[in-house]
């Protein structure tokens, strides 16, 4: 089907009033907007969705469209620290990182398929990862590729509102996130963890960061094997040594390197649609790009097919559309300003 009928099937479920058939219809939607690389306009019918859902007064599990997509009518109290609760469909081929760093990811996933080997040996399943690095180098990317690969509900925590202002709300509030999370076996993804050290400066309430860092040691330490948790943070050196202790996996993920800038331009243009102007500035522009991040160079990459397609709009009828390298040149130096700006 194409997304004109995915339209059509909408438009006719709504006018007919059929709730069911209209939620399944748009969830078929955001999976072929996913597969054809429409990413943002998937994110926003998700949001959508979730914003429908959000409305029914049914209660239980609702299913919409396959199995892979359902919600559960949540206590409002958890449900305010929840910014998603979702399935992914990203797996290894998707992540372009380090090998160690692949390497790694591969093994925690092997572990979580091998439990009842483990359990035999009385050996623990790791279950606490924790990422660090630059932003925009793959950090919330892997998380959604361990959830695909897991095939786990992931939970994504609204970390600003679970630290609270009022005097041992915090503790209280993670833990009703995590007995969540325990009950309903799922992973719960952290962004921005190191924000947690700084719910106080550490002259004015030594005592309320402490009960804090306690009570996460105390929710790691019972978590169920089967449950996941996923920290990123940009600043590793901020979070306290004792939390990083409990963490079973530590990996960092750097900028990257001329071959991973290669790989992710490799990526973003695998339907083979479009081709470079001028393939031999090729080398001088992955060059280029070193010191920025693959979220960067991917953004400009894409910026740049775009405007190159706007620009060319009346010469695209037979031939493949062609990418302007030295559009992308200066979108790459556009990026870098805004890094050195910051």
């Known amino acids: 089907m194409s997304q004109l009928d995915f339209i059509r099937e909408i438009a006719k479920y709504g006018l007919e009033n059929d709730q069911e058939k209209l939620l399944a219809a748009l969830t078929e939607l955001i999976e072929h907007s996913k597969k054809t690389k429409k990413i943002n306009f998937a994110i926003q019918l998700q949001s959508l969705l979730k914003d429908a ?3 029914q007064q049914t209660s239980g599990l609702v299913k919409v469209g ?15 620290f929840i910014i998603e609760k979702l399935t992914s469909d990203y797996a290894f081929e998707n992540l372009v990182c380090s090998e160690p ?21 009385s050996l623990p399943v790791s279950n606490k990862v924790i990422f660090h690095g630059p932003s925009g180098c793959g950090k919330t990317l892997a998380a959604y590729v361990l959830a695909g690969e897991l095939e786990k509900m992931m939970i994504v925590v609204n970390l600003g509102a679970i630290v609270s202002s ?25 962004d921005e963890f190191d ?5 106080r400066d550490y002259s004015q309430d030594h005592g309320e960061m402490k009960r804090v860092v306690n009570t996460i040691l105390q929710l790691f330490d019972y978590l169920p094997q089967s449950s996941v948790v996923i920290a990123a943070t940009n600043h590793l050196e901020m979070i306290d040594d004792a939390l990083l202790r409990r963490f079973d996996l530590r990996l960092k993920f750097d900028l990257p390197d001329e071959a ?10 695998k339907s083979n649609t479009f081709q470079f102007d001028d393939p031999k500035k090729l080398p001088a522009l992955r060059k280029k790009c070193i010191g920025l991040s693959y979220y960067s160079i991917q953004k400009s990459l894409i910026t740049s097919i775009k ?9 695209l009828i037979a031939l493949k559309p062609k990418i302007d390298t030295k559009l992308w040149s200066s979108l790459i130096d556009e990026e870098k300003k805004s890094i050195s700006k910051k």
């Open 101 to 121: 760093v692949r390497r790694e990811l591969k093994f925690f996933i092997q572990e979580h398929n091998s439990t009842e080997l483990l359990n035999k040996f």
């Open 260 to 269: 991973h800038i290669q790989e992710i331009i490799d990526k973003t243009l």
């Open 307 to 315: 405007r190159s397609i706007f620009d060319n709009a009346e010469n």
């Open 53 to 55: 859902i959000k409305h």
């Open 66 to 80: 396959s199995p892979k997509h359902f919600l559960r009518e949540e206590d409002k109290e958890v449900n305010e």
């Open 166 to 190: 009022k005097l041992g709300e915090t503790s209280k509030n993670l833990a009703k996130i995590f007995r969540k999370a325990s009950l309903e076996d799922t992973i719960i993804f952290i």
């Open 195 to 199: 924000s947690l050290g700084k719910i």
